[in-house]
């Protein structure tokens, strides 16, 4: 299974950013996947999770209207939109995969990650 995530770079304050997170070796279209991010000196954070139609997602309350999680199955692929960036959203961000059927936000629920990749916002 991989998890190859891309899209991070550095951006100022108010910009935008979108993450792709493009999955092989498992059932995509099956599994719950997810957004987290970590600071340096932070536990790694819940960002953003989606169902496997799409039809569910769920949002840390500091993201709420300005990231949008969406997914193509045909693809294999996850995206994170974030838009009005703030330094504070400085991160690196990895994706997940989760065999689960509703959506999750915990870490331990998910069974696959990707590298990361870098987000650092400028003020």
């Known amino acids: 299974v991989q998890l190859q995530a891309s899209g991070g770079g550095l951006v100022h304050a108010g910009g935008s950013l979108r993450l792709s997170c493009a999955a092989s070796g498992l059932t995509f279209s099956r599994k719950v996947m997810g957004w987290f991010r970590q600071a340096p000196g932070k536990e790694r954070e819940f960002v953003a999770a989606?169902?496997?139609?799409?039809?569910?997602?769920r949002y840390l309350d500091s993201v709420k209207g300005r990231f949008t999680i969406s997914r193509d199955n045909a693809k294999n692929t996850v995206y994170l939109q974030m838009n009005s960036l703030k330094p504070e959203d400085t991160a690196v961000y990895y994706c997940?995969?989760?065999?689960?059927?509703?959506?999750?936000?915990?870490?331990?629920?998910?069974?696959?990650w990707g590298q990361g990749t870098q987000v650092t916002v400028s003020s």
């Open positions: 989606i169902n496997w139609s799409g039809g569910s997602t």
């Open positions: 997940a995969a989760a065999y689960r059927v509703v959506v999750v936000a915990t870490p331990s629920d998910y069974d696959y």
